[in-house]
């Protein structure tokens, strides 16, 4: 099942999918953007897109409820392609070795992403192997 191309039919973009449980109950969630924003209608269209293909090809085995979400302003940082999508955004990154960096994401080349220091401007690079959580957020 290839969700890049039915988000794409909804005029989303995936960025992620996760299942997790809460509740006793397990949740299949479907993350995507869209430039503008995602709104309500946005994850009620493509939810209407997957439910039936879903309910042929279950994208997890067991009982599960489905939930399309935007994937927020602020926003976990897991894969390369993150980091991709996310070019010009601040984001508060800890390295494995322990190391807490907050920088903007200026670009991202092969597993390698170029940080801007937000005080100092100073360009630095960190290899995404080295990276032990990231998040993007919004300076108010």
């Known amino acids: 099942m290839n969700l890049e191309a039915l988000c794409k039919e909804a005029g989303l973009s995936f960025y992620d999918d996760e299942l997790t449980s809460e509740n006793g109950r397990k949740i299949y969630r479907i993350y995507v953007q869209k ?6 209608d946005d994850c009620a269209r493509l939810s209407e897109i997957l439910s039936p293909i879903f309910d ?3 994208p997890v085995s067991g009982e599960y409820f489905l939930e399309v979400s935007s994937c927020g302003l602020e926003r976990k940082l897991s894969k390369i392609e993150h980091f991709a999508k996310s070019i010009n955004e601040l984001v508060k990154i800890t390295t494995s070795e322990k190391e807490k960096i907050e920088a903007k994401i200026i670009a991202v080349d092969d597993e390698n992403i170029t940080l801007e220091n937000l005080e100092t401007q100073e360009k630095t690079i960190i290899n995404f192997s080295d990276i032990r959580k990231a ?3 919004i300076q108010w």
């Open 35 to 40: 430039e503008g924003g995602v709104n309500l």
């Open 56 to 58: 042929v090809e279950p």
């Open 135 to 137: 998040k993007t957020f």
